[in-house]
């Protein structure tokens, strides 16, 4: 304000202030445009900073010692995410929790967070007396071993169906879950085995997935804890009786019942929030947690609401640490054998699509394990599909546009990594000399180290909201860089200078582009 007057000519405006700043190492040109003053970055500074830690090894940090991180909280974290039904479907939804929550946890982690990744399984409830009602029925012990998953879902379809018009089979079911609340040890050992079963099973399919949990967790371990929720809820006077009977809590701002939350039945037995609210008392005594994050569908977002209101009438002030992330809806994700039941099914159809998109490319290269690089360049498929939009956004599954190799794809993340990776490959050894900054002053070069210079910013974006969005169009357009800075920026018969700082260029992108890939959960192939 004291160098410029308020009111004037805006271009006497810019050109005055324009001839006062002063150039420094940095901006090494200053000049004045009609109302705009423009900034010459020094570009040789610029290109020796940047690609700097690249020369000693110092890759995999890039980024991620930015000050813009200084304002943002760290602390332990804890994800909950995937969170199937024991024995029912793993439907698309699950599939979204999945990566999606693997992608806030390894975002967290990079960031400096401790991170529990926490997988919820929905393991108790009625669905447990049906089949344990079912499996005395239609089991069978050699199919269990065979194909345990499989096994579990057709007998609780066919228990369903029983149950829609026969009382005998749906008292058994009730019966045997009473079984169950009151520990029989006959039931109790015959819901181990579903439980354990089915866990073993997940945890092959995820680790195809590349998605790893510290804790397998479930609604089992809080039933107990739940009836005492209960007893302190009454205790504080916030339990009330209804109509009908059962026990809720008014959520109402005026008091007036108008808005409640039902947490006991009729009959005395507990809910599902009940055991999420006994859960998250529970995971804050046992793990300290500063934030704590559930990631499922937008439907639950009342459920999450309700959870975290009576948390804080309960006296949990770190209820304001709770979040939850919520997605839409996958319309049409099937296999060619039909509806998706499995996740291993959407996994065995990536690969096999991958596998004959493969075969029929003049480019693929002879792999020692084709089989492994389609299933990972089938799974950055399916993720980069999943994460280029709002997380909230339903969308349409279209199995052919995902598996392109052109546009903004999975496939052509890897293909674009599998290309840098052989690049540094055929010159390894030459990028170990002298690197001289002033041979990278062309445009290609220039926008992509601008590019590059974003990605912290892109992360900091990424942490406040905690969509990918921004994280994958960021990688997409780096790959769109990288395939023009290959046609202009030749290695091969240049000269041995220009060709070493070509390289070093290219050795930075390839680093940024492989630790963006790993946090949205991505495993980078090197040959495809």
Request: proline letters at 2%.
């Amino acid at each position: 304000m004291e160098i410029l007057p308020s009111s004037g000519d805006i271009q006497l405006q810019t050109e005055t202030l324009a001839s006062q700043l002063k150039q420094d190492s940095v901006v090494e040109d200053i000049s004045a445009g009609r109302g705009v003053i423009n900034f010459k970055v020094n570009r040789r500074l610029l290109a020796e900073k940047l690609l700097e830690p690249f020369g000693k090894g110092g890759g995999d940090t890039f980024g991620l010692d930015s000050e813009l991180f200084n304002s943002l909280k760290r602390g332990t974290t804890l994800v909950e995410y995937s969170s199937p039904n024991i024995a029912k479907k793993f439907h698309a939804g699950h599939l979204r929790s999945t990566i999606i929550g693997n992608f806030i946890a390894n975002l967290k982690q990079s960031l400096g967070n401790d991170v529990i990744r926490m997988n919820y399984l929905g393991d108790w409830g009625m669905q447990f007396g049906l089949l344990g009602a079912g499996f005395g029925q239609f089991g069978c012990v050699e199919k269990l071993k065979e194909n345990p998953l499989q096994h579990l879902f057709e007998v609780y379809v066919r228990v369903n169906k029983e149950a829609e018009h026969n009382e005998d089979t749906k008292q058994a079911a009730r019966d045997f879950f009473r079984q169950l609340e009151q520990h029989e040890s006959q039931a109790v050992s015959l819901w181990q085995q579903f439980r354990e079963i089915t866990v073993k099973e997940y945890r092959h399919i995820y680790e195809r997935l590349g998605v790893h949990f510290d804790v397998y967790s479930g609604e089992s371990f809080h039933q107990d804890q739940a009836q005492e929720v209960v007893r302190q809820l009454q205790s504080r006077g916030l339990l009330k009786t209804s109509e009908k009977g059962t026990g809720v809590v008014d959520l109402s701002p005026d008091g007036d019942m108008s808005s409640v939350c039902t947490l006991l039945r009729s009959d005395g037995t507990t809910l599902y929030i009940t055991r999420d609210i006994a859960a998250a008392i529970d995971r804050k005594e046992k793990y300290c947690f500063d934030e704590m994050i559930y990631v499922t569908d937008k439907s639950q977002e009342h459920h999450f609401s309700q959870l975290f209101q009576i948390l804080l009438s309960m006296g949990h002030s770190w209820s304001d640490g709770c979040r939850h992330v919520s997605f839409g809806l996958v319309q049409g994700m099937k296999t060619r054998i039909g509806e998706v039941v499995f996740l291993e099914d959407v996994l065995d159809e990536a690969r096999a699509r991958m596998l004959h998109n493969m075969s029929q490319s003049n480019t693929t290269k002879k792999l020692e394990n084709p089989e492994d690089t389609a299933e990972k360049v089938g799974v950055s498929a399916l993720i980069v599909q999943d994460f280029k939009g709002p997380l909230q956004s339903d969308y349409k599954f279209d199995w052919d546009r995902i598996l392109q190799a052109q546009g903004d794809t999975g496939v052509f993340l890897q293909y674009t990594h599998a290309r840098l990776c052989s690049l540094m490959q055929r010159n390894e050894g030459m990028e170990a000399a002298t690197f001289h900054p002033s041979l990278l002053l062309e445009q290609t070069s220039i926008i992509i180290l601008q590019h590059l210079l974003r990605y912290d910013e892109v992360l900091y974006q990424s942490a406040q909201d905690l969509q990918p969005k921004h994280l994958v169009n960021f990688l997409l357009k780096l790959c769109h860089l990288i395939a023009s800075a290959h046609r202009e920026l030749p290695v091969k018969g240049s000269p041995q200078d220009v060709a070493q700082a070509r390289l070093r260029l290219f050795s930075g992108a390839c680093s940024v582009l492989a630790n963006g890939m790993r946090i949205l959960g991505i495993i980078p192939v090197n040959k495809m």
